[in-house]
């Protein structure tokens, strides 16, 4: 592909040398993974800066660079733009031929339940017979075939390629999930995104936010991409999400009027029935989330055509998220639950849910991650110790933080409740603790880890699958 090409209609402010026919094989913006015939993205970012690793790119092979700051006396053309980031991905879209104008696009943000609501509705529109891809947390799917998903939505190169893959393999539509991060950080900008769906917004990612004004105004960026929206009505920050934007918006909810409300509502152990739209709908997953998560995958696929029938048959047999809610096959008088909830929201949640049809006591064990957001660690610990019957207070993802540093600031909450708690740092002994406890009818609540299989630790990651430690600690007891 010829420079002059990529660069084609886009803001740039200035290009120093010559790049008449010069031919480019790729892009990127790591410098250690530059290939001859590459262009260099000198991206800003908040630990390093791109501009410092120019030398060794072209060094690598780089044939031109992109920058905000011009460097003199380069061997190689540069193109100045204002902003590197945002280039990084107008770039993107153009290299791969603008991918997602060719499929239909759908962005999910929100605090808690952007991964089930995706999995869902990609439940949904299968059951249709079209041809799904699936971007998230726990993976990325190009129809059945699995990929490893290394953050919530890929940055902004990576996941334009994933987009030209999908195209490749003739998929229908792309379900993902759209981080605030990815929003703030033009990840995604350039997308073409056919429905946006907002879930709630609790407090979370306030070490890079700051204030949760700034989170809500990150959210409601998706809301001028896309051309309909789906919004939860009963959500404190609703109103201000939508402030401004510039898509179609329709609202579902439980508690407030709008469109698409659920009425009837059943709760039990094994899922949860409502009325929506003079339709009964049956999930197999339990909790008020539940009925949350279904009512804005149904506004999803209403928004494409899907009828509410057909959204009822296919929720009907959804199968569950692995690490939300997930019971541990094991033959015991109790029940050991994997979920992922690592906010106050998701913990309130997931432990109401339980409550819902627990016989005996909550066990709730849990931590908090490393290097992230401290002022919800006390908030955590009161939420967990106000509705669970016993805590067991351990680690999540210290990171480079000290483990007992994260226990003692969670402490503070846990200790204004009065409820009965354990304190262990390593997390498979608390949860060999927290099993040691249980008897029948009890629920003992694995919180925090859900989907991932490992831990990360100071000195490194290691291998962590809570399924299998629990069916370890089982089969010693």
Not at 70 to 82: A, K, M
Request: overall charge negative; charged content about 25%.
């Amino acid at each position: 592909m010829l420079l002059k090409d990529l660069i084609s209609g886009l803001n740039f402010s200035k290009i120093t040398g010559d790049i008449d026919g010069l031919e480019i094989n790729g892009i990127c913006y790591n410098s250690l993974k530059v290939k001859k015939g590459d262009v260099f993205v000198a991206v800003k970012g908040f630990k390093s800066d791109g501009h410092k690793y120019i030398i060794s790119a072209i060094e690598s092979g780089a044939v031109a660079v992109v920058v905000e700051d011009e460097v003199d006396n380069l061997s190689v053309p540069q193109i100045v733009f204002d902003d590197t980031r945002s280039a990084l991905a107008r770039l993107a879209v153009k290299y791969y031929d603008n991918p997602s104008a060719k499929f239909k696009l759908i962005g999910v943000t929100g605090t808690n339940g952007k991964t089930t609501v995706t999995y869902l509705v990609k439940e949904i529109l299968e059951s249709k017979g079209y041809k799904v891809g699936l971007i998230g947390t726990n993976q990325n799917m190009v129809g059945n075939m699995i990929l490893k998903s290394d953050r919530t939505t890929p940055e902004s190169l990576e996941l334009q390629e994933l987009f030209s893959i999908m195209v490749r393999d003739g998929v229908d539509y792309v379900i993902m999930e759209v981080s605030s991060h990815s929003l703030e950080l033009n990840r995604v900008l350039g997308c073409n995104f056919r429905v946006g769906a907002f879930t709630n917004l609790t407090q979370d990612h306030l070490d890079f936010h700051i204030t949760m004004d700034n989170y809500v105004k990150a959210k409601s960026k998706l809301f001028s991409m896309c051309e309909k929206g789906v919004v939860n009505a009963d959500d404190d920050y609703t109103s201000k999400l939508t402030e401004d934007v510039t898509a179609n918006i329709e609202y579902y909810g439980v508690k407030n009027d709008c469109a698409h409300k659920a009425e009837e509502i059943v709760y039990g152990e094994k899922g949860v029935e409502f009325t929506t739209d003079g339709q009964k709908i049956i999930l197999p997953i339990p909790g008020e989330f539940s009925v949350y998560n279904a009512l804005c995958a149904i506004g999803i696929c209403r928004e494409l055509g899907i009828d509410v029938s057909d959204c009822a048959a296919a929720l009907k047999v959804a199968h569950g998220v692995k690490g939300r809610a997930e019971v541990v096959d094991i033959p015991s008088e109790y029940t050991v639950m994997i979920d992922y909830a690592h906010t106050p929201d998701g913990v309130e949640n997931i432990i109401r849910a339980v409550k819902g049809f627990c016989k005996g006591r909550i066990i709730t064990l849990f931590g908090c991650g490393g290097d992230r957001d401290k002022t919800k660690r006390p908030i955590m610990g009161e939420i967990a110790g106000n509705l669970s019957d016993i805590c067991v207070v351990t680690s999540d993802n210290p990171r480079t933080e000290n483990p007992t540093s994260i226990i003692e600031d969670i402490i503070v909450g846990v200790e204004r409740t009065g409820v009965e708690y354990e304190v262990v740092e390593n997390r498979k002994k608390a949860i060999e603790c927290a099993m040691s406890m249980a008897k029948k009818g009890d629920v003992v609540l694995l919180l925090g880890k859900g989907h991932e299989t490992y831990q990360i630790l100071n000195d490194g990651i290691i291998d962590f699958d809570e399924r299998m430690i629990v069916k370890e600690v089982f089969s010693k007891m």
